[in-house]
């Protein structure tokens, strides 16, 4: 779950979207990334309590993804927790060579006890979230409906080629943008939808995250919306995304080239072919321009 803008949804898609895979069957470990350990207290944690946690296993080759793993409530849900002082791996690992891959290394010693691994980034484009992107199959950027949410996604994408280019092998196939915080009642909320869509086409998961007083509540409670508030439209959606993933999600037995490409899957690279860039999109078929005055109703 990447996306630099703070506050877009991705420590609650993370946590959620690792309990729904969980509860349809999936071996998932969930990877906090993020100094904040939002994930971490979202899963009823206490992140200082953890004497070794993720920030070990990025700067100490000695210790190991599964040693830091531990059980949430969920079943057949495991956390690599983190705390504040993976703050510090940012300036730690600045002069280290291979910085960027010391994730990756981590998770080759997991890769048989889970069947999924979901990574929550931070809102930066760091060297955490730089060792997520390299060690990731698939990405999925949270979007928050809203008017900004482009500048920076456009920002994300370039980065994620550079990384394409830069790192081989690199094992990023697929990207996904995820719409949180949606609205169907305000227009704005339609509007901003409907040209994400039109711009991104396929990208974007047919599944979106409404906005939801349930999802806001249950990290007070230290679990995920899906124990919390089973029954509630953020437990759907978030239960419908994951759906959707295991739908987009090749089996790891499939050789890559022959993956088949469902759903939201497609190369990265056709995303730089110009389809995105809104001036060209407006140029080409105009859009019903978004009323600012709508803003207050989001
Ligand atoms: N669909 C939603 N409906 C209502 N509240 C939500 C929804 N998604 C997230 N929130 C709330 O919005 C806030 C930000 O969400 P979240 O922490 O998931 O974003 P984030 O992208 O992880 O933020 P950061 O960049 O700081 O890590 C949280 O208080 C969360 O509980
Ligand atoms: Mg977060």
């Given at each position: ?5 703070g506050g877009?949804?991705k420590t ?20 906090d990334l993020d100094p904040q350990a939002h994930a971490t207290i979202g899963?009823?944690?206490?992140p ?33 927790p983190c705390n504040v002082l993976l703050a ?32 929550d980034c931070p809102p930066a484009?760091?060297?955490l ?90 990290p ?79």
């Amino acid at each position: 779950m990447v996306n630099q803008k703070g506050g877009c949804g991705k420590t609650t898609t993370a946590v959620n979207t690792s309990a729904a895979l969980a509860e349809m069957g999936k071996r998932v470990l969930l990877i906090d990334l993020d100094p904040q350990a939002h994930a971490t207290i979202g899963l009823g944690h206490d992140p200082n309590f953890f004497p070794r946690t993720v920030y070990d296993v990025l700067t100490n080759a000695h210790t190991r993804l599964s040693d830091v793993a531990v059980r949430t409530g969920i079943g057949r849900l495991d956390l690599a927790p983190c705390n504040v002082l993976l703050a510090g791996a940012e300036l730690e690992l600045a002069s280290t060579q291979g910085k960027e891959l010391l994730l990756a290394r981590g998770l080759r010693d997991v890769r048989e006890a889970y069947d999924l691994c979901v990574i929550d980034c931070p809102p930066a484009l760091g060297v955490l979230t730089l060792n997520a992107l390299v060690s990731s199959t698939d990405i999925i950027v949270p979007v928050q409906v809203h008017y900004y949410a482009l500048e920076g996604l456009r920002r994300l994408l370039e980065t994620v080629a550079i990384i394409r280019q830069r790192f081989h092998p690199c094992s990023m196939d697929n990207i996904g943008l995820l719409l949180t915080f949606v609205e169907e009642r305000t227009t704005f909320s339609r509007q901003v939808q409907q040209q994400l869509r039109e711009i991104f086409g396929d990208l974007v998961f047919d599944t979106v995250i409404h906005r939801n007083v349930r999802l806001a509540e249950a990290p007070s409670a230290g679990e995920p919306v899906l124990t919390y508030a089973s029954q509630s439209k953020g437990a759907a959606d978030y239960r419908a995304l994951a759906a959707e993933i295991l739908q987009t999600v090749p089996s790891t037995t499939e050789p890559a080239e022959e993956r088949i490409r469902r759903g939201i899957q497609k190369q990265l690279s056709a995303i730089f072919q110009g389809v995105w860039i809104p001036k060209r999109q407006r140029r080409q078929k105009p859009v019903e321009p978004i009323r600012p005055q709508s803003i207050e109703s989001t």
